[in-house]
Structure formats: C-alpha cells, structure tokens
C-alpha cells in the first residue's frame, strides 16, 4: 500500500478538493483506496456523505486499543473506504505528544491494514504541526497544491527545506492549484516552478467553478460534470503522481 497524503501549511489551497478527486481517480484506474480524514472540519468526511464520526474520539484512536480497522466507512464508490474525522481531531496533536513515538503512530495505525488497500490518501488540517511531522513519517509522498502567488511559493520553500532536514522525509510533489490563466503572474510563476522546483507536477487544476459546486453534489467532480475540463485535470493529475510513485 502506498500512503499519500495532500498537504500544505498553507489553509483554504485544494488540499481536500484534491483528496476527493484523487480518490475517485485512484479507484477508476482499479485500485482500492482508502481516504484518511485528519481534519477536525471534517471537510472530506462531508464530501463523501459519512457520518463525521470517530469512535472513543482522537483519544482511543491514536492509543494502544485505537484501529483504523474499526473507523472505516464504505462510501458511494464501491472502491473507495473513509476514515471519518470528527471534532476530537483538535485534539489530535496532543493525544499524539502523550505516546512513546509520536511521529511514527499514524504509520502505526496504517500498518495492520496496508494489505486491504492499494494506496492511502490522507487529507491533512492546514498547519505544520506534531500530526504533520507524524504524516511525514507515513507518508511516501506529500500532495502539495500550490495557488501560483508569491508568498505560496514561499510556504512551498520552507516545507522543502523543513523535509530536507529530516533523516527520511517523503517525495515531494507539489502542483499549482486554481490556476487563473487569465492573469499573466499567474500563468509565470507556475511556468517557473514547472521549470525549477523538482518535483514539481506539469498538471495545473484551473481555478473552475464545476469544482467549487462540489460543495453542492457531495461528489468529486468526475461523477457529475465527468467531462469537464476540470475532471480531465484531476485525472491527469492523478497520471503524473502515479508514474512519480510507481516509478
Ligand atoms: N480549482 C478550484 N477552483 C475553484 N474553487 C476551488 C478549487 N479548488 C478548491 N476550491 C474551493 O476552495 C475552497 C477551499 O478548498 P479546499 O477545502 O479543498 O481547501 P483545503 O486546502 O482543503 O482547505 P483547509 O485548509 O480548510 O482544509 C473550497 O470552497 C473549494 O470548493
Ligand atoms: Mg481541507
């Protein structure tokens, strides 16, 4: 199983929309995907209409008795499991500093059930946190949309260089979220780290209003506007991390 986790210091840049579209695409191309919601807002849980709900909260979960096993949901998409979140997830970086090792227990948690799925979409809160640092740890690769302006590109800086002070940090592969090709920074900036930053993944999501209804569908967008710009975006997207990862 490969564990991929869509991130960002940075709030409000994609990181759930994309954890969506990426699970669908995922279970399109026949894998068996298990989706992780560690956000308290509950965003993804909400998208995919499960109860946001996680059993003796935070708590239980990141302690010795806690399982992923007995928090899975099935979802509208026969391929596709869920990992709700619930308000005790505010709680997470705490409950995870009262273990012995804290940045290895969500690869922990993950283990017991790495022989049920073929990749682990985790689906961060905005921040760079313990929980973060114990992403890093299970991650293989971190999902970085990135709004094409100068102070994202700047968070982007300092997430990689954070990761390149660490013994074993994961791949990075950020890609430009929202793009307005309309505006000519824009449309600069992300010719730019297309070209510089490595890793960086030739697929742009434009900035779409079928994305934005989302919201509205309770669906990733391939499953009501499955030929709209923006479902091809995500199903390449998904193209370029899967040669990244499988390579
Ligand atoms: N490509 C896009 N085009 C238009 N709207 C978008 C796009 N991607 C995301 N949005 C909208 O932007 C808002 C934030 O998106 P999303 O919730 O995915 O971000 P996030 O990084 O997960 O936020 P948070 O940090 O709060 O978890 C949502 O209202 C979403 O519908
Ligand atoms: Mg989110």
Same mark, same amino acid.
């Given at each position: ?101 804290? %940045? ?24 760079? %946190? ?19 302006? %100068? ?97």
């Amino acid at each position: 199983m490969k564990v991929l986790a869509t991130y960002s210091i940075k709030g409000g840049v994609g990181k759930t929309t994309t954890a969506v579209n990426l699970a669908h695409e995922t279970a399109a191309a026949g894998s068996r995907v298990l989706l992780w919601d560690l956000d308290p807002q509950g965003a993804a849980t909400f998208f995919v209409r499960v109860k946001p709900s996680v059993k003796g909260g935070a708590e239980r979960l990141v302690s010795h008795s806690g399982s992923l096993a007995a928090n899975i949901r099935a979802t509208d998409d026969p391929a596709v499991h869920i990992v709700p979140a619930d308000f005790s997830l505010r709680h997470l970086d705490l409950e995870l500093d009262d273990t012995k090792h804290p %940045t290895r227990r969500l690869a922990a948690l993950l283990e017991p059930i790495a022989d049920r799925y073929d990749v682990a979409l985790l689906d961060c809160a905005p921040g760079i %946190t313990l929980t973060s640092e114990s992403v890093f740890g299970a991650a293989d690769a971190l999902i970085v949309p990135t709004i094409p302006t %100068t102070l994202s590109e700047r968070t982007l800086d300092q997430l990689a260089n954070f990761l390149a002070g660490q013994p074993s940090a994961p791949m990075l592969l950020p890609f430009a979220s929202m793009l307005d090709r309309r505006k000519r920074l824009q449309r600069d900036l992300v010719a730019h780290l297309m070209r510089d930053f490595p890793g960086f993944l030739p697929t742009a999501i434009p900035n779409a209003s079928v994305i934005e209804q989302m919201g509205v569908e309770r669906a990733p967008v391939a499953a009501f506007a499955p030929t709209s710009a923006a479902a091809t975006a995500f199903r390449q997207l998904w193209a370029d991390i899967a040669a990244h990862v499988w390579s």
